[in-house]
């Protein structure tokens, strides 16, 4: 993810986490005008806030297993459960995991932004992203076509992927002259021992 990708989802968090503590405030949620209107806004915002958590690598902690009254398991998304009065009650959901996981989730976007800043300056990130982008290009295009089928999970891209990185690394030594260093002076010192 860029700087301004991840600035957009720690914007979208802290939004959903202050509606969200607003809504914890209110004294008949689900029925109360002012508490509804602030569940409508969050509603817009809960999709997003659920695929922000997911990148970040929170995706189990935001589901929960419960029993149902007939023994199965059920997996419930406390996310999508603040709108569900019904789930709320039947499984006693605990109104403060939320907050916890969206504070935890901001703490780890706030030092993901603060890595992505340093790089924005980084003129070899860019040419590393931009080249990135152009081997990763044909896979895109496949899969918007229609083919629905998980590229970045086979072994065969993961190799593509890094030749083609060792192939950049390689060009970016000989571009600033490295390569010749590299190749030269260490390789000599190698070869001594």
Do not use: C
């Amino acid at each position: 993810m860029t700087y301004f990708e991840i600035k957009n989802r720690l914007m979208q968090l802290r939004a959903f986490r202050g509606l969200y503590a607003d809504f914890l405030n209110f004294p008949d949620r689900y029925h109360y005008t002012p508490a509804v209107i602030t569940m409508d806004k969050m509603r817009v915002l809960v999709s997003q806030v659920i695929q922000s958590l997911i990148n970040i690598g929170y995706g189990e902690k935001m589901i929960r297993v419960e029993k149902k009254f007939d023994g199965k398991k059920v997996r419930i998304n406390i996310f999508k459960a603040i709108f569900r009065e019904r789930l709320q009650r039947r499984y006693s959901l605990d109104d403060e995991i939320p907050l916890k996981i969206l504070d935890s989730a901001i703490a780890r976007y706030e030092g993901r932004l603060w890595r992505e800043r340093i790089l924005l300056f980084n003129p070899v990130y860019w040419v590393f992203l931009a080249f990135d982008y152009f081997l990763k290009l044909p896979f895109y295009i496949i899969q918007n076509s229609g083919v629905e089928y998980r590229f970045d999970k086979t072994l065969s891209y993961k190799i593509y992927l890094a030749v083609g990185h060792f192939i950049l690394f390689i060009y970016l030594l000989k571009i600033s002259g490295l390569y010749n260093w590299l190749s030269r002076d260490i390789l000599a010192l190698l070869i001594k021992f």
